[in-house]
């Protein structure tokens, strides 16, 4: 588990420093050109998906939990929950933004076990306002997007966003929308959480430092439940500040509205603040990209070498120990989670 505070730096953005910017985005880190090597290497090794599997500690979860109906995505957010501190004395009412939001709801109501609580889908939202059941309705429906902002204005103490791979029809992910509409619709002093597709791109670092300018305390996650290989990565905001000023936000989300609705191809979102990111922020950021692209790094070369060595000799005897450790890991992380489990 990853846990990466990031600083509050004043003063506050305002209406002046807003300007969305398009072009070409050039920026990536170095690191993934080593890691797609790897990957592409790996690949040439018989049994290496097999291999994968039993090196990725928490994908025996389900044969150590007793519960067995409950889902890998469920036991991902008790974590990410537990992690970000939810607040569990009062009621609280909630809206998820996800193609997962039955488990994201569920994983909440295991950890909250309140009777009054009160918890939205947005696969709900459109059902309500479409009369009918529809799929992949985006943000970008107006219907959609004006019915949400209109109706929601202050109303949730939590909301997560989970879908990061949502794109305008001039691959623009529209994350960025969704989490400011988010923040729009958020009670004074909540919480949102939200799954970001990378710490590298510009618009990405702004977006994090423009929340971290309305929340207490904004943390980078990154779960031990995560996907061994990948590089997924949580914000969880805490307490949106009683001196946010929402005529400001509703501004800006009406801004990258009609930036993402807007027919023009070559609009390609670079980012939108027209000063500088300050540099003790961004050493953060480069920080937290720095320990767990090495970890990533750590674990294809380890995952590289087993399947190297596996080719030549019979490691049945490596991957029993790993598979024991493992095993051992699960037991820990059922512990730390307060989830049930088989003693093995």
């Known amino acids: 588990m990853s846990y990466f505070y990031l600083p509050k730096i004043y003063p506050p953005i305002t209406i002046d420093n807003i300007q969305i910017k398009y072009g070409n985005q050039l920026t990536h880190d170095c690191y993934l050109d080593n890691l797609n090597t790897l990957k592409q290497d790996i690949k040439q090794y018989k049994g290496n998906e097999i291999v994968k599997k039993l090196l990725s500690p928490y994908n025996l979860l389900h044969k150590i939990i007793k519960d067995e109906s409950i889902s890998f995505n469920q036991l991902l957010f008790i974590e990410i929950f ?14 998820h933004f996800s193609h ?80 400011i509409l988010g923040i ?24 994090l430092y423009f929340v971290s300018n309305y929340f207490e305390k904004t943390v980078i996650i990154r779960p031990n439940i995560n996907n061994y290989l990948q590089n997924y990565k949580y914000i969880c905001c805490k307490r949106l500040s009683n001196t946010i000023n929402k005529d400001f936000i509703k501004y800006i989300c009406d801004s990258f509205y009609n930036f993402y609705t807007k027919n023009d191809k070559n609009l390609k979102l670079t980012s939108f603040l027209k000063n500088n990111v300050p540099t003790t922020f961004i050493s953060k950021i480069e920080e937290c990209n720095s320990i767990t692209a090495q970890t990533l790094l750590d674990n294809y070369c380890y995952l590289h070498n087993i399947c190297k060595f596996n080719e030549k000799n019979n490691c049945n005897d490596k991957i029993s120990e790993i598979n024991e450790k493992n095993k051992q890991k699960c037991i820990n992380w059922c512990i730390t989670n307060s989830i049930e489990y088989n003693e093995l």
């Open 184 to 207: 729009y619709i958020l009670k004074l002093e909540s919480d949102i959480i939200f799954k970001i597709p990378n710490l590298y791109e510009q618009h990405n670092i702004e977006l």
């Open 100 to 179: 997962i939001d039955n488990d994201i709801i569920s994983a909440l109501k295991m950890i909250r076990k309140n009777d009054e609580d009160k918890y939205y889908s947005s696969n709900q939202v459109v059902t309500s306002i479409m009369k009918k059941r529809e799929k992949d309705i985006s943000i970008l429906n107006k219907q959609f997007y004006n019915h949400i902002k209109e109706k929601f204005k202050n109303t949730f103490d939590l909301i997560t966003i989970m879908d990061c791979d949502y794109y305008d029809n001039k691959m623009n992910n529209i994350y960025i929308l969704n989490v």
């Open 82 to 95: 537990n992690l970000s501190k939810i607040n569990i004395q009062s009621s609280m009412t909630s809206i």
